[in-house]
C-alpha cells in the first residue's frame, strides 16, 4: 500500500508540475519568431516569423499546449518548454 500512495504522489505532483509549466500563447509566438529568424535570415528580416507567429491559434491541452495557422501545427509545448516543428520556416 505505501508504494501505491507513494507513486499517487508522485503522478500527482508531475501532473501538478506540467499545468503550472504550461506555455502560454505568448511563449510559443516568441520560440515560433526566434525559429524563424533562425532558419531563414531573410525571413526573419522581412518579419515573416512574426507574421506566422500573430496569425497562429493557441490550443491549451491542460497539461500541454499547441499552435495551429492555416490547419498546420506550428509547435508544441510543455513542461515550460516550446518546440517549433519543421514545417514553420520556410526552405
Not at 515573416?48 to 490550443?59: E, I, M, P, R
Amino acid at each position: 500500500m505505501p508504494k501505491l500512495v507513494a507513486s499517487a504522489v508522485v503522478i500527482a505532483v508531475l501532473v501538478a508540475l506540467a499545468v503550472s509549466l504550461n506555455p502560454g500563447p505568448e511563449e510559443h509566438r516568441a520560440k515560433i519568431r526566434e525559429v524563424v529568424a533562425q532558419r531563414s535570415p531573410v525571413a526573419g528580416l522581412l518579419g515573416l516569423g512574426a507574421l506566422t507567429a500573430f496569425t497562429s491559434t493557441y490550443h491549451p491541452l491542460v497539461v500541454a499546449s499547441y499552435t495551429t495557422a492555416n490547419g498546420r501545427t506550428l509547435s508544441i509545448g510543455a513542461f515550460g518548454a516550446v518546440f517549433v516543428l519543421d514545417s514553420v520556416a520556410p526552405d
